[in-house]
């Protein structure tokens, strides 16, 4: 139900912007995260935007690198990556959750409280 673009691979400095989409949901009503895989590692939360007022929390490593936003009209949730270093490279994918809780689980990067996936869109850093 959610689908990813814009992986690919780029070169230490480069910028990319992630796409998510979602066929049948109003994205504006959920909170939508991004969370990314680095190989051999486990899945962490990078950005969130909530529901409610749009604001928008990132993880420590990715703050002044990356930003997420809501384009409502288009139903998508970017996010735009620059200044990407070989530690960024992973499989990004966006979630949405919907209940009560939305705006807390998702601003938290807590996995169980996002009910919809997407199936990932690599990313790779290296020169």
Not at 4 to 12: A, D, K, L, T, Y
């Amino acid at each position: 139900q959610l689908v990813e673009s814009g992986g690919g691979s780029v070169q230490p400095g480069g910028s990319l912007r992630l796409s998510c989409t979602a066929s049948d949901l109003t994205l504006r009503y959920y909170a939508v995260g991004w969370f990314r895989q680095a190989p051999g590692k486990e899945r962490e939360g990078v950005a969130c935007i909530s529901s409610s007022d749009s604001s928008t929390d990132y993880v420590d490593s990715v703050k002044g690198r990356f930003t997420i936003s809501r384009d409502n009209a288009k139903n998508t949730v970017y996010l735009r990556m620059n200044s990407l270093k070989p530690e960024d490279t992973a499989v990004y994918y966006c979630a949405a959750a919907v209940g009560i809780d939305r705006d807390r689980y998702c601003s938290s990067f807590t996995e169980r409280g996002m009910e919809y996936w997407g199936t990932g869109t690599p990313v790779t850093v290296a020169s």
